[in-house]
């Protein structure tokens, strides 16, 4: 049963919603804890017996063993969520990160090790993730989940940004704790933020333990059939995935864009932040307002402002402008990325929601490993201002497409 939502709007009535404030806080503390382990995890390395010449593959496999579970797992884990308690399994995951990292120390130092503990770390973070959706809608009143959704962005977003910038300065911090600071630094993140999750006033949702067992592949099936039939979830995860797309093309094509505006190649990060910095505006602008807004063509918006700032881009060798538009860029995914995030948990009943988010989240990161592949070999083909406009035009039409699609459903509807 979702709370009465208390008197005021915006962010204020949601720092009200005690049950709210709580799974914010272990977000926050999950998200910050994920971006330090990974910190954490690329500081650790060279201290494992790997061969001198295997430094760059060794880095390639971690990240590989970090990114597979997402791709595997996604779905699965959604089918789990829907039939356990969401609150048991966002504190466990949690619990059993931290204890995981806490294993550390005491285990070989084999590089084969490190791999399995960054897989398994992603295996739970597979669970958490689902979990956490499906448990916002259960907590918030449907007239917030606007405001609830550009909050939690907006977290992600700063998480990202201010996570790896911190990581390291509070790995040092920590090892100035003793021999094995870093590891308590990182599995105190996960383990507070287990301790605070489980503290959330929710109601036991799921079915009970004896059926989370129970037939997983027509679970999968079932996910699939709801989403065929369901035209505006299936609309707003193919514009979700097309977001993600953009910014999965545009880690690659940072390198490139940042020797064109005149940063060194090496500084092409400050790119990408000025993108979450963006996101970060307008999640909070929606936080405030888009609730009044929801009527409108939000993501059709924000799409066409970020295929203009992708075709800008092929026009710019100034610094100031390109940042400008790596804000903008970041604000216009904003407006697409919050508003169909609310619209799936708006629209999916409790019941499919874990299987929804885990083939969103499943979806995404396979979709995500297209645009990683092609973007370079793309750019070395026809060069980068080419690839920039192409991005703007492909954008544009399918955000279009998605639109006019989005709408003919809604026509049928009513």
Wanted: hydrophobic share 55%; glycine share 10%.
């Amino acid at each position: 049963m979702v709370p009465v939502s208390p008197s005021g709007a915006g962010y204020l009535a949601l720092m009200k919603n005690r049950p709210f404030l709580l799974l914010w806080i272990g977000q926050v503390l999950s998200q910050v804890g994920d971006k330090v382990f990974f910190v954490f995890l690329i500081a650790v390395l060279f201290t494992y017996q790997i061969p001198p010449s295997w430094e760059n593959s060794a880095r390639s496999a971690l990240m590989i063993a970090i990114t597979l579970p997402a791709i595997l797992l996604g779905s699965a884990a959604g089918i789990f969520v829907d039939r356990g308690d969401k609150k048991q399994i966002m504190a466990g995951c949690n619990l059993l990160r931290g204890l995981l990292v806490l294993l550390i120390p005491v285990l070989p130092k084999q590089f084969a090790i490190l791999l399995i503990i960054g897989f398994l770390e992603s295996v739970l973070t597979q669970f958490f993730a689902p979990a956490e959706q499906a448990a916002i809608p259960l907590l918030v009143p449907r007239q917030g989940l606007m405001t609830a959704n550009a909050l939690f962005t907006t977290t992600m977003m700063g998480s990202l940004i201010v996570g790896f910038a911190i990581g390291e300065p509070l790995l040092t911090v920590a090892r100035s704790w003793g021999r094995f600071g870093q590891e308590l630094l990182v599995a105190g993140l996960y383990l507070v933020a287990a301790a605070v999750l489980y503290t959330i006033p929710m109601a036991k949702s799921g079915d009970p333990p004896h059926m989370v067992r129970a037939h997983p592949w027509q679970d999968f099936k079932s996910g699939l059939a709801y989403l065929k039939k369901d035209r505006l979830v299936s609309n707003a995860l193919l514009q979700l995935t097309l977001l993600y797309s953009v910014f999965a093309a545009l880690t690659v094509l940072a390198i490139n864009l940042a020797d064109e505006i005149g940063l060194k190649a090496t500084q092409f990060g400050f790119l990408l932040a000025a993108s979450g910095v963006g996101m970060v505006f307008g999640a909070a602008f929606l936080g405030h307002w888009g609730e009044r807004l929801h009527h409108k063509p939000l993501p059709l918006v924000g799409f066409l402002i970020m295929a203009a700032s992708l075709t800008l881009f092929t026009f710019t060798d100034r610094l100031g402008l390109g940042l400008t538009l790596s804000v903008l860029l970041g604000m216009g995914a904003s407006l697409v990325g919050v508003p169909m995030q609310t619209l799936v948990q708006k629209q999916t009943p409790e019941e499919m929601r874990g299987k929804v988010f885990g083939f969103q989240n499943n979806v995404v990161n396979i979709a995500l490993s297209l645009p990683l592949a092609i973007a370079g070999p793309l750019t070395d083909t026809f060069g980068l201002r080419v690839v920039l406009l192409g991005m703007g035009i492909l954008v544009s039409l399918v955000s279009i497409w998605a639109w006019h699609s989005t709408q003919k459903v809604l026509e049928k509807a009513i």
